[in-house]
């Protein structure tokens, strides 16, 4: 196959929104969605005269950061000023880091089906963030734009990884992986759809076995981890398409766009940017000495893969569910909080990665907004430990906690769910569904196992669905 | 070291300057003239110092993570040349 | 004496007297503004009304302080809030900004009395004056010279009493010159020792605010009200600002004073070097000890400068594009060329040529050989002083290549305006603090004396100031004006 003699190299340059309280270099408090340009004041305005001083709270989530992604510390880094005009930008230059910045050479881990893979990280830097643009329609036909500063100013880190990728799959799988550990780090909401994790791609093709790197296109505009596999599965086809037709891949910027789901162009009257970068004279270097990161490594909390690696050791459970319940930081602790109260791990993940998260998706919720919290769960489950209710009776009352946020003995006792245990009651039931489907029961006595399924299923519909099913199994059994 | 108008003409789009056609020859000229007294530097030989970007010995200065009010709102517009809905307001970008 | 001919130390005497209120000082400048001003020309605004109010106040309260009550004026590139903010500049000519800057914060907390702003080379870029956005400023002693630059208006408002003291700025020399040019007294300090917030920036890594005003003593009381650490300056210097008036004394024996002969070379005016060379013999007198120096790389200044300066401007001008505030051309169809027009019609020719320069120096394939070499340069200039300052307290040298020259004599060729700056820029690549006083006369034009300082030495620079001036009648003297 045409894409079998092509090798995709893919690398990604993901900007981090740090939800620190004030800005980089201001003291404004950060913000999403409020009134334009309220959150701002004359430094992050760019006014005439204004110098900027640095977050320290930038800096130590910066550290912690680049720890976790197992980065060199630099010794000594700097500001420096990237030098561009947009009306996005009130300096028209970027304080941002170039040659010396805070961490290098680091890696993460993802799981691909062939097992992990380590993926380099180049550089992870710390820069501000421009203001937002707003157009009529799009940024090609509108006549005018507006400008809202508030985003201005607020704590970005750039992570930088190697070109190690090799299919969307992996890259679609390191964004994830990155944005889980920056969420249990704790330093960035992480949403995708709000801009708090941005996300370019580098991408170019190569024939299978050539070394040299072929030339790369850099794609935007990718808005959530789906629209990123498309848009890198697409553009590795657009490249292999033209490298097949003998032509060459121009060396670009292209956006990715959502309703044709294509990697379009990005025409540009401009030059290629030349940033002219200086070393920023208004802000002063950093010596980051080792006690300095020592204090910060041991303030590390626990990340996914030591997470992952707790789950399958202390509570054996599988490779693939402890990795479910580490991808966010909320899900493991409400993990771990059910399993501190109720000692059944593999129960309690159950109901987590299914019932609880098929809840939260189809309600567009985060774990944290659930009604249901661990102690509820946990009390539920001790009601169907007990037999207070049965398997699918459980699924009810879980559902009605979901949504009304009561307790589960408040709603089984409300609602009448207590499983029927009592056999003279379910033996009476049981009979007359035998009595009232002779034809069903001729096919068991005829060897039609299913028939039996179809039984049991007539005596919960009976029973309202509270019988014990054990009972419920056996009493048939004798009856038939 | 003389500049063509090319390069001037380079470094006015980088710097974001409209020059008329006259202006350009006139700081081609002064400009030329400019970096030719720049050569005198390179009789300095100057391998091995280390650049000096900060006059002074300061490092590490940072503040506390704690917000300060903001502007008022009227007051961040009030020098606007256009704005609307309190944003500012800018011809389109392409 | 009238009120206004008095000195800040003088009226702030007789203000804790109660010889005299705060309203009637400020009346003396007015009358003195009212009579000079629109031969000289030293405000883009006046701000009496203001002035009034704040003096009325004053008085009523019965507030008293070194600066309480005095009027004063501050160079327009210095934020006041609510007040017209220009940098002598059309791209900022109907600019409020909507804070202070710190220092003017510091001495609306003395009690001071602003009258107005001062005039300016646009955007600090000059030696002349001349290139303001509005009108050149004349120099009292004689009206059809230049007051110098690019504190212009700052120099020629004190030495014509219009006001008692002002702040300048000065980035690679523009307190000190016009300080030379107009017979009044002119420090930079050193560099992190005044907060640069609100100091529209010129370069970053050079500017520092200072005084200007007509005694060495009078400078002392404003240096104590404007120096010390500054949170919204990440550049300011943490430490214990002294009360600069125990260096007022005039003993001065032993005092170790170089004068670095590649000051007194070609470049030099004659008349100047002469001027000068009498200076070191009376410093002889006074009891210090004053010997030749060298300091190898100063020839290298003034191109380093002119790199580093223009390279750290252009990116600190980038911001001035009419999105926010300043002048926008309305006409352009798109963001670019709106940027492109606004700054091209907003700016004068030296801040675009300097511009210019700067995004050169910047560009990419240029930056190793323009601006990574001056930086190297820079260190060397600062290592020559290092050592000079090892074997010396004190530097000494003409403050400028000339008297104040003719307006409109060197405005045609920049290269020339920007060498009449040799003097000054070394002290602003190392940092180091400097002063200039009036140092003698030549045809009645004064002539600055520069004192040059290790980092920190400002108590130095105000006692071998203050002992010369004591030593002789330079300060005493006033331009005469017709009124």
């Given at each position: 196959?045409?894409?079998?003699?092509?090798?995709?190299?893919?690398?990604?340059?993901?900007?981090?929104?740090?939800?620190?309280?004030?800005?980089?270099?201001?003291?404004?408090?950060?913000?999403?969605?409020?009134?334009?340009?309220?959150?701002?004041?004359?430094?992050?305005?760019?006014?005439?005269?204004?110098?900027?001083?640095?977050?320290?709270?930038?800096?130590?989530?910066?550290?912690?950061?680049?720890?976790?992604?197992?980065?060199?510390?630099?010794?000594?880094?700097?500001?420096?000023?990237?030098?561009?005009?947009?009306?996005?930008?009130?300096?028209?230059?970027?304080?941002?880091?170039?040659?010396?910045?805070?961490?290098?050479?680091?890696?993460?881990?993802?799981?691909?089906?062939?097992?992990?893979?380590?993926?380099?990280?180049?550089?992870?830097?710390?820069?501000?963030d421009a203001g937002k643009l707003v157009h009529q329609g799009n940024i090609m036909t509108t006549p005018y734009s507006l400008v809202d500063l508030n985003r201005a100013g607020t704590p970005l880190l750039e992570i930088v990884s190697e070109p190690d990728m090799r299919s969307p799959q992996e890259a679609r799988m390191y964004v994830e992986k990155l944005r889980s550990i920056l969420l249990f780090l704790g330093v960035s909401d992480c949403k995708m759809q709000e801009g708090s994790l941005r996300c370019d791609a580098n991408i170019s093709v190569r024939p299978r076995g050539q070394r040299a790197l072929g030339t790369k296109a850099e794609i935007k505009?990718?808005?959530?981890?789906?629209?990123?596999?498309?848009?890198?599965?697409?553009?590795?086809?657009?490249?292999?398409?033209?490298?097949?037709?003998?032509?060459?891949?121009?060396?670009?910027?292209?956006?990715?766009?959502?309703?044709?789901?294509?990697?379009?162009?990005?025409?540009?009257?401009?030059?290629?940017?030349?940033?002219?970068?200086?070393?920023?004279?208004?802000?002063?270097?950093?010596?980051?000495?080792?006690?300095?990161?020592?204090?910060?490594?041991?303030?590390?909390?626990?990340?996914?893969?030591?997470?992952?690696?707790?789950?399958?050791?202390?509570?054996?459970?599988?490779?693939?569910?402890?990795?479910?319940?580490?991808?966010?930081?909320?899900?493991?602790?409400?993990?771990?909080?059910?399993?501190?109260?109720?000692?059944?791990?593999?129960?309690?993940?159950?109901?987590?990665?299914?019932?609880?998260?098929?809840?939260?998706?189809?309600?567009?919720?985060?774990?944290?907004?659930?009604?249901?919290?661990?102690?509820?769960?946990?009390?539920?489950?001790?009601?169907?430990?007990?037999?207070?209710?049965?398997?699918?009776?459980?699924?009810?009352?879980?559902?009605?906690?979901?949504?009304?946020?009561?307790?589960?003995?408040?709603?089984?006792?409300?609602?009448?769910?207590?499983?029927?245990?009592?056999?003279?009651?379910?033996?009476?039931?049981?009979r007359d569904v035998v009595a009232l489907n002779p034809k069903v029961v001729e096919d068991y006595r005829n060897g039609k196992d299913k028939a039996f399924g179809f039984l049991v299923g007539q005596v919960m519909k009976a029973s309202k669905g509270k019988a014990n099913p054990e009972m419920v199994n056996r009493l048939l059994q004798e009856e038939l | 070291m003389a500049l063509t108008i090319r390069e001037v003409e380079h470094v006015a789009l980088l710097a974001r300057l409209n020059l008329t056609a006259k202006e350009k020859e006139t700081y081609t000229e002064q400009l030329s003239s400019i970096l030719e007294f720049f050569e005198m530097l390179n009789r300095l030989p100057t391998d091995g110092v280390e650049p000096l970007a900060h006059v002074l010995p300061l490092c590490n200065v940072m503040r506390e993570d704690k917000a300060t009010p903001s502007l008022p709102k009227d007051e961040a517009m009030a020098n606007a040349p256009l704005s609307e809905n309190g944003q500012f307001k800018v011809p389109k970008i392409v | 004496m009238k009120l206004y001919q008095q000195t800040v130390q003088k009226i702030g005497e007789m203000l804790a007297r109660r010889e005299v209120t705060a309203q009637e000082?400020?009346?003396?400048?007015?009358?003195?503004?009212?009579?000079?001003?629109?031969?000289?020309?030293?405000?883009?605004?006046?701000?009496?009304?203001?002035?009034?109010?704040?003096?009325?106040?004053?008085?009523?309260?019965?507030?008293?302080?070194?600066?309480?009550?005095?009027?004063?004026?501050?160079?327009?590139?210095?934020?006041?809030?609510?007040?017209?903010?220009?940098?002598?500049?059309?791209?900022?000519?109907?600019?409020?900004?909507?804070?202070?800057?710190?220092?003017?914060?510091?001495?609306?907390?003395?009690?001071a009395v602003m009258v107005g702003k001062l005039n300016m080379d646009e955007f600090a870029m000059g030696s002349s004056t001349e290139n303001s956005g509005f009108f050149p400023t004349h120099n009292p002693w004689d009206l059809t010279r230049v007051p110098g630059g690019s504190s212009g208006g700052a120099a020629a408002a004190v030495a014509a009493g219009e006001v008692f003291y002002a702040l300048a700025s000065d980035t690679g020399g523009s307190i000190r010159q016009p300080a030379s040019f107009c017979g009044v007294v002119g420090m930079k300090p050193t560099y992190g020792m005044v907060s640069r917030f609100g100091l529209v920036a010129f370069a970053s890594s050079l500017d520092q605010i200072g005084p200007v005003t007509r005694t060495v003593t009078d400078c002392a009381l404003v240096m104590n009200a404007i120096c010390g650490h500054d949170r919204q300056d990440s550049t300011s210097l943490q430490l214990e600002v002294p009360d600069f008036r125990s260096y007022l004394q005039t003993d001065i024996k032993g005092l170790k004073i170089g004068f670095p002969r590649e000051y007194f070379q070609k470049g030099v005016d004659q008349e100047v070097k002469d001027t000068i060379k009498k200076v070191l013999l009376k410093y002889e007198e006074l009891g210090a000890i004053v010997e030749?120096?060298?300091?190898?790389?100063?020839?290298?200044?003034?191109?380093?400068?002119?790199?580093?300066?223009?390279?750290?401007?252009?990116?600190?001008?980038?911001?001035?594009?009419?999105?926010?505030?300043?002048?926008?051309?309305?006409?352009?169809?798109?963001?670019?060329?709106?940027?492109?027009?606004?700054?091209?019609?907003?700016?004068?020719?030296?801040?675009?040529?300097?511009?210019?320069?700067?995004?050169?120096?910047?560009?990419?394939?240029?930056?190793?050989?323009?601006?990574?070499?001056?930086?190297?340069?820079?260190?060397?200039?600062?290592?020559?002083?290092?050592?000079?300052?090892?074997?010396?307290?004190?530097?000494?040298?003409?403050?400028?290549?000339s008297v104040a020259f003719k307006i409109g004599e060197k405005s045609e060729d920049p290269l020339s305006m920007y060498m009449s700056d040799i003097l000054t820029i070394p002290v602003n690549l190392a940092g180091i603090p400097s002063i200039s006083i009036p140092g003698g006369f030549v045809d009645n034009?004064?002539?600055?004396?520069?004192?040059?300082?290790?980092?920190?030495?400002?108590?130095?620079?105000?006692?071998?100031?203050?002992?010369?001036?004591?030593?002789?009648?330079?300060?005493?003297?006033?331009?005469?004006?017709?009124?």
């Open positions: 196959m045409t894409a079998d003699r092509y090798e995709a190299v893919i690398g990604l340059e993901v900007h981090v929104e740090l939800k620190t309280r004030t800005k980089a270099f201001c003291g404004c408090a950060t913000s999403f969605g409020a009134e334009p340009n309220t959150h701002v004041c004359p430094v992050c305005l760019g006014m005439p005269g204004v110098l900027p001083v640095l977050n320290q709270e930038m800096v130590e989530y910066a550290l912690k950061t680049a720890l976790a992604l197992n980065c060199q510390i630099a010794g000594y880094c700097k500001f420096d000023r990237k030098n561009y005009y947009y009306p996005d930008l009130p300096k028209n230059y970027q304080i941002s880091q170039y040659d010396l910045p805070i961490a290098e050479r680091g890696s993460l881990e993802i799981e691909t089906e062939k097992g992990s893979r380590t993926i380099g990280i180049t550089r992870v830097h710390m820069e501000e505009n990718m808005n959530s981890f789906r629209s990123l596999e498309r848009a890198v599965d697409y553009e590795i086809k657009r490249q292999i398409e033209i490298l097949e037709k003998g032509g060459h891949i121009i060396q670009e910027t292209r956006t990715w766009d959502e309703d044709q789901q294509v990697t379009m162009s990005m025409r540009s009257k401009e030059e290629a940017h030349d940033y002219r970068y200086f070393p920023e004279p208004d802000l002063t270097p950093l010596n980051i000495e080792q006690p300095w990161v020592e204090r910060v490594r041991r303030s590390l909390p626990e990340l996914p893969d030591q997470a992952r690696e707790r789950l399958v050791n202390e509570y054996h459970l599988s490779h693939y569910d402890a990795s479910l319940l580490t991808t966010s930081k909320d899900v493991l602790d409400f993990f771990d909080e059910c399993v501190n109260q109720y000692h059944e791990p593999k129960v309690v993940a159950n109901w987590v990665m299914g019932e609880l998260t098929r809840l939260l998706n189809q309600n567009n919720l985060e774990i944290k907004d659930s009604k249901i919290t661990p102690r509820f769960l946990v009390d539920m489950l001790r009601l169907l430990e007990q037999g207070t209710i049965n398997g699918k009776i459980a699924k009810v009352v879980f559902e009605e906690m979901f949504t009304t946020g009561e307790s589960p003995d408040k709603i089984v006792k409300d609602r009448g769910l207590i499983q029927i245990s009592d056999e003279s009651a379910i033996q009476a039931i049981v | - | 000082v400020l009346a003396s400048i007015a009358e003195r503004i009212g009579q000079v001003e629109n031969k000289i020309q030293a405000f883009t605004t006046l701000t009496l009304k203001e002035a009034e109010g704040i003096a009325a106040d004053l008085d009523s309260r019965g507030e008293v302080g070194d600066l309480t009550g005095i009027p004063c004026g501050i160079k327009d590139n210095m934020c006041t809030r609510g007040i017209r903010t220009t940098c002598a500049s059309e791209m900022l000519e109907n600019f409020v900004p909507p804070y202070d800057a710190t220092v003017v914060n510091k001495l609306k907390s003395a009690g030749e120096t060298s300091l190898p790389h100063s020839e290298y200044a003034l191109p380093a400068y002119y790199i580093i300066a223009p390279a750290e401007a252009s990116s600190n001008l980038a911001r001035f594009d009419g999105v926010r505030y300043g002048y926008r051309d309305t006409h352009a169809e798109d963001i670019i060329g709106m940027f492109s027009s606004t700054r091209a019609r907003g700016f004068g020719p030296e801040v675009t040529r300097r511009i210019m320069l700067g995004t050169y120096a910047l560009s990419s394939g240029y930056y190793d050989a323009y601006y990574l070499k001056a930086l190297k340069v820079r260190r060397l200039i600062k290592e020559d002083f290092d050592q000079a300052f090892d074997k010396y307290d004190v530097l000494i040298s003409p403050t400028a290549t034009l004064p002539v600055g004396l520069q004192l040059m300082g290790r980092p920190l030495s400002e108590g130095t620079l105000l006692k071998a100031a203050y002992a010369f001036e004591q030593a002789t009648d330079y300060h005493l003297r006033t331009p005469v004006m017709e009124v």
